[in-house]
């Protein structure tokens, strides 16, 4: 069976992207299924935290453009939980990442990488840059899915329309890329501004498209943020457990809406007539 890959983009900075793919990541892993974050973002802020001392330095950056396993598998960081593994983006000056950046926007590089994963992994979750520019070009162009958070703010109707037609262009340029869904991030309940971009988007857009399900805005996520990980691998039990039902739900909703349940039910299936 291959896994899924799936990205999230936005085109705004500082909506959530790196939040929702480490949490969503790991709510998906405690799932059950093997699940690695990928950070394609240079000024991405995951680290080798998980990994503890005495790691590699490398990172996705590091992978050399023709893609040997073995290098590949040299920048996976597994944690604890034997599912949940991350590919930090790893040290590059200013001039290698730019020279990265623009190696990769062609999709080729992300295409073997996310063939390679697929191989490995149920799900290979992308964080990618703020825009549609560089890297995240390259990694829209050869992912399965997208999901984008939406900011809980005003303006963010505007940047639901853009992002769509971003995917719309990309796919007639070759992309398969499916929008997956997006989803509210940083709601304040009790915010008439915030509560109005909720209302908004969901009258504007089906409950397919933009979730029900929403993230609230809340100060554990700066916390893990500064560590570069999910909350669940920094909180105490009672803080993140709140984190743990939103992400669940999530979770819950992008293993049906990619097929892996039914992929895994249909693959023990035939191996019970093996
Ligand atoms: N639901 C939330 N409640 C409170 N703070 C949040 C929430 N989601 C994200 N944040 C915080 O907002 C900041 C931006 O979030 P994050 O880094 O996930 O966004 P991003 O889209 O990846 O940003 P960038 O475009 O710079 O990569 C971080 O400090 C993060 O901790
Ligand atoms: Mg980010």
């Known amino acids: 069976m291959g896994g899924y890959s799936i990205a999230i983009s936005s085109l705004k900075g500082g909506v959530g992207k790196t939040t929702l793919a480490?949490?969503?990541?790991?709510?998906?892993?405690?799932?059950g299924w093997r699940t690695v974050v990928v950070d394609a973002d240079p000024q991405g802020g995951m680290t080798y935290a998980l990994a503890g001392k005495g790691t590699t330095s490398g990172g996705l950056v590091s992978v050399p453009a023709d893609l040997d396993e073995s290098e590949v598998e040299k920048v996976i960081v597994r944690s604890k939980n034997k599912n949940f593994s991350i590919i930090p983006f790893g040290y590059a000056s200013v001039e290698e990442v730019e020279k990265w950046s623009d190696t990769v926007k062609d999709g080729e590089f992300f295409s073997k990488l996310f063939s390679y994963l697929s191989g490995v992994f149920d799900i290979v979750m992308v964080d990618t840059p703020p825009g549609i520019s560089g890297s995240t070009v390259g990694v829209l162009k050869a992912v399965d899915y997208v999901i984008s958070p939406l900011q809980a703010e005003p303006m963010?109707?505007?940047?639901?329309?853009?992002?769509?037609?971003?995917?719309v262009e990309l796919r007639k340029k070759g992309s398969k890329a499916r929008l997956l869904a997006f989803v509210i991030?940083?709601?304040a309940a009790r915010d008439k501004n915030s509560l109005e971009v909720a209302l908004s988007a969901w009258k504007a857009l089906p409950p397919e498209v933009v979730l029900e399900v929403t993230?609230?805005?809340?100060p554990i996520f700066l916390e893990a943020s500064r560590h570069g990980l999910p909350?669940?691998?920094?909180?105490?039990?009672e803080k993140s457990s709140m984190v743990g039902v939103?992400?669940?739900q999530l979770a819950a909703i992008v293993e049906?809406?990619?097929g892996l349940v039914e992929v895994y039910e249909h693959d023990r299936t035939v191996s019970l007539f093996d």
Not at 23 to 30: E, F, M
Not at 156 to 167: G, H, Q, T
Not at 215 to 218: A, C, E, F, V
Request: hydrophobic share 50%; net charge positive.
């Open 246 to 248: 939103i992400f669940d």
């Open 215 to 218: 993230i609230p805005k809340h």
């Open 231 to 237: 909350v669940a691998l920094i909180g105490s039990k």
């Open 185 to 187: 991030n940083m709601l």
């Open 256 to 258: 049906e809406r990619v």
């Open 156 to 167: 963010a109707a505007r940047s639901v329309s853009k992002m769509l037609e971003s995917i």
């Open 22 to 31: 480490l949490n969503l990541g790991y709510a998906l892993a405690k799932r």
